[in-house]
């Protein structure tokens, strides 16, 4: 190949650098996509014929069913809606036309029909086909249930007490109902051959306080019942038939909600069960599957838990116990989950429908029983604010925590790998929010400034040298506005030293401390704001070479610059936004040497841009899509271009949203990251000591902070060097080529870099 050729390759190659590394996951995580309103039901399988696991959504609020078509990579487009009838809960999806093209079917609670969507082959689907079932639909399973062949639909009745039969007369068109009697409250149901005779037999949960499995065993022309019981307060909700303990007949596994718990029902061979045998599961387990999570030829158990906000994974013994169990999170509320290969490697992976985030998680299977998830470390109560910082002067970093309910800050000093010590307490004010760090005291080491928002205060932890610090003294302590909510440091009155910001929330202003000198403070000036400001930011947005501030009021839906005159004393500038910004953060985005400001909208789940002009003007917002109640923003260089991408914590959803930068300022979609439940904060730092940034957040409600470690390396690989032989050859085009467009693997070498550096 001539040099004239290779640079025309190189060139050809930047043009698909983005489109070949978009997909990649930054950081190790579950994922989050969005999908309808209070998804329900979930389903996977290959609808487009590409060879790939796509997904199905069944939702319950917005009465529609979400279709997410695999990318190829395991990540997925967005999704495409089709209207159901009322109350979506429960989707199939099976080839009912005999045309190997798989079609939909979803029960519809709210219109007691069921719905047939025909696939088009494309993994597109024509309109809805209702037929009537019995009263308030819950499921839906698709068997040859009279041995013709075809596949007939058998749907939950929970109001009937009755399984609907309806059978195919061919083509995908169905039959009137026929009902069978069940238990009281049918919720969910399986088919599978229980008693060994070939054909297909039906096995339903029963969700009521007595709670009851009933198996209905085919006689061809009917169907017998006998009930077994899942124990008293058990309220069963899901079902399934695998073959537990590989003695070669299908045995049960019911998920009962109340007692949080996994009940399994050996099959004695005829179609008769053992009483049940119940493993623990998490809190309020609402749905269960089955597959050889692990690779060792048995099938083990995963569980969406309704309240714990979780996934368990039951790993089986081989014989159909499953006495060792792996949590891993997932979005608010996960109602029902699917089991498949999503990213083409071999293995199952996990997509779980969380009904109240409106999203879809995914975890990725990543071998001996791991899936990709946050790293969690509990704590003791609910954590309002988390900081990474080097407190012991050893060059990683280390954590602070706020505990606004135990009075208390938490120190966890980093063993140099991401790990950390246990954590140390000191204590606090009444009911510590923010936190900021700096050398306050002018002694070379970190020290720490807490506001306490019930007790008015601001409180000052002086470093000893090596990370640990010295009780407070009463001079320790200052008086701040009503309810302090967000604290930083900076040297307003360009003296030398840390000075403090304090946005007071229902004070409306922000208290400015002045530094004496050595780590004492003066008397606080309050300064006026809007209403609530619970952000604070600080940067020299004018350009004039101090430190001005910017606040994110709650309920007055605006910003107020405080613009510095030089000496630490302020001009506020209101600025509209009409919305309610819950975060501010101020960082030069299309480096053109201004500060340009960041803003979420908590109920509008978006981050906003605005572009400094400079003279404190600011072009058109320019809004970006994140996850739900977006809560706090952070923006550091996530994936080392040399760029600032945007971090954004969605308390509701429980998520990161990471916005990369394009490289102009502007940045792309979203991608959304799993944490532990309800984030606060999220700040990123490098953690592992490996260079590149890591996200760690704050988790009100899940009692806990979590670690999200990021994935980019430097690239070493040769731009355009698929194989890394260091050389830019055809061969390597036409890798590029099957990947982006055929669909085939990414290429080995394959890495973010900053390949026109």
């Known amino acids: 190949m001539t040099n004239f050729g290779k640079g025309l390759f190189f060139l050809f190659f930047l043009t698909l650098a983005v489109p070949l590394l978009a997909s990649e996951p930054i950081f190790d995580t579950w994922l989050s996509y969005d999908v309808g309103i209070s998804p329900q039901g979930l389903a996977m399988a290959d609808l487009d014929h590409d060879g790939d696991s796509d997904l199905v959504v069944a939702n319950y609020g917005g009465s529609t069913v979400s279709v997410l078509l695999n990318i190829g990579d395991g990540s997925f487009g967005t999704k495409v809606d089709y209207p159901t009838g009322d109350s979506a809960t429960a989707v199939t999806i099976s080839d009912l036309e005999n045309d190997s093209s798989l079609d939909l079917v979803v029960t519809n609670a709210g219109s007691n029909t069921v719905s047939i969507f025909r696939n088009n082959g494309d993994g597109t689907f024509a309109t809805k086909v209702d037929y009537a079932t019995g009263r308030r639909p819950t499921a839906v399973t698709v068997a040859d249930l009279n041995g013709d ?86 309220y069963p909700t899901s079902i399934l038939s695998a073959d537990l303990d590989g003695d070669g007949d299908a045995d049960l596994a019911v998920a009962t909600y109340n007692t949080n718990s996994i009940a399994v029902f050996k099959n004695n061979g005829d179609g008769t069960f053992t009483p049940k045998t119940d493993f623990i599961a998490g809190r309020n387990p609402i749905s269960v599957s089955a597959a050889d999570l692990d690779g060792d030829g048995d099938w083990d158990l995963a569980v969406a838990n309704n309240n714990s906000f979780n996934v368990t994974v039951l790993r089986n013994n081989g014989d159909g116990s499953f006495p060792v169990r792996f949590q891993f999170g997932s979005g608010n509320n996960p109602r029902f989950m699917s089991t498949g290969d999503i990213d083409g490697d071999g293995d199952f992976d996990l997509a779980v429908a969380n009904s109240n985030s409106n999203t879809i998680s995914i975890l990725k299977n990543k071998g001996e029983m791991a899936f990709t998830s946050q790293t969690d470390q509990t704590l003791p109560s609910s ?95 200052y008086p701040t506005g009503n309810i302090p909510f967000f604290v930083v440091t900076k040297d307003f009155d360009k003296d030398g030293d840390f000075d403090l910001a304090v946005a007071n929330r229902f004070g ?41 501030l910017v606040t994110a009021n709650f309920t007055s839906f605006n910003l107020t610059i405080l613009r510095n005159g030089g000496s630490g004393n302020f001009v506020p500038l209101p600025h509209p936004l009409g919305y309610i ?25 978006k981050v906003t841009v605005w572009k400094n002009l400079g003279n404190l003007q600011f072009g058109h917002p320019v ?20 760029k600032p991408d945007i971090a954004v914590a969605n308390y509701f959803s429980n998520t990161v949203s990471v916005l990369t930068n394009t490289g102009t300022g502007t940045f792309a979609p979203k991608v959304d990251y799993g944490t532990g439940v309800n984030p606060g904060t999220v700040m990123a730092a490098d953690i592992d000591g ?47 080529i099957n990947y982006l467009y055929k669909g085939e693997p990414p290429p080995n070498s394959a890495c973010r870099g900053d390949v026109d550096a």
């Open 149 to 234: 062949s075809t596949l007939d639909l058998a749907v939950t009745n929970s109001m009937d007490n009755s399984v609907s039969i309806l059978y195919n007369l061919g083509e995908g068109i169905f039959s009137t109902k026929v009902d069978y009697p069940t238990g009281e409250n049918p919720f969910w149901l399986c088919a599978a051959d229980l008693d060994g005779d070939l054909d297909l037999d039906l096995a339903v949960a029963n969700n009521q306080f007595n709670g009851t499995v009933s198996v209905l065993i085919n006689s061809v022309s009917n169907f017998t019942k006998v009930d077994y019981s899942t124990g008293n307060s058990s």
């Open 383 to 477: 954590p309002s604010y988390v900081l990474p910082v080097d407190l012991d002067g050893d060059f990683d970093l280390d954590l602070v925590i706020t505990n606004l309910n135990l009075n208390t800050i938490s120190v966890l000093k980093n063993n140099g790998d991401g790990t950390f010590q246990p954590k140390f307490d000191y204590v606090a004010g009444a009911g510590p929010r923010g936190v900021a760090a700096g050398d306050l005291d002018g002694d070379k080491d970190i020290d720490l400034a807490v506001v306490n928002l019930i007790s008015n205060t601001v409180l000052i932890y002086r470093n000893s040298g090596n990370g640990t610090f010295f009780a407070p003294r009463a001079e320790d302590l």
């Open 508 to 548: 409306n202003n922000v208290s400015i401390l002045k530094n004496n000198g050595e780590g004492t403070f003066a008397s606080r000036t309050d300064f006026p704001v809007g209403l609530e400001p619970i952000s604070l930011a600080a940067a020299d947005l004018d350009r004039d070479g101090d430190q001005d």
């Open 581 to 605: 910004p819950s975060s501010v953060y101020a960082v030069d985005v299309d480096q053109d040497t201004l500060i340009d400001i960041l803003v979420t909208d908590y109920a509008g789940n």
């Open 623 to 642: 809004d970006y899509p994140v996850g739900g109640f977006p809560y706090f923003v952070y923006a550091a260089d996530l994936d080392l271009d040399k």
């Open 690 to 736: 490996d260079v590149d940034l890591d996200l760690i957040t704050a988790n009100y409600n899940g009692y806990s902070f979590s670690i999200l470690k990021n994935l980019t390396s430097k690239c070493i690989a040769k731009a355009g060097d698929t194989n890394k032989d260091n050389k830019i050859l055809l061969s390597d085009v036409v890798v590029l």
